[in-house]
Nanobody
């Protein structure tokens, strides 16, 4: 089992920055991919950024050049640095860890971008 807890959400003005953190505990040995997803009101949950245990990263087109995903070597921490935030980035952001056979979700943290 893996437990995930996100922190760092909040209210920020357009153009501002936030850094989300995901703390992972439990059996992390089999984790292969770590992601950030988000879900805006009335919309489907979407992939924002992903990072593998090899360090390869992937970003949604809408956040490329503005967001950066990173992790520590132990896979117990994952981060999402979000710069130049836009109102359309407003959503609940979820931490997501995947093994070859299962996956785990955090409870989410709210990010609101508004003036």
């Amino acid at each position: 089992q893996v437990q995930l807890v996100e922190t760092g959400g909040g209210l920020v003005q357009p153009g501002g920055s936030l850094r989300l953190s995901c703390v992972a505990s439990g059996s992390l040995f089999s984790i292969r991919v770590m992601d950030w997803y988000r879900q805006a009101p009335g919309k489907q949950r979407e992939l924002v950024a992903a990072i593998t245990t090899d360090g390869n990263t992937n970003y949604a087109d809408s956040v490329k050049g503005r967001f950066t995903i990173s992790r520590n070597g132990a896979k117990s921490m994952m981060y999402l640095q979000m710069n130049n935030l836009k109102p359309e980035d407003t959503a609940v952001y979820f931490c997501h860890y995947r093994t070859p056979t299962t996956h785990y979700w955090g409870q989410g943290t709210q990010v609101t971008v508004s003036s």
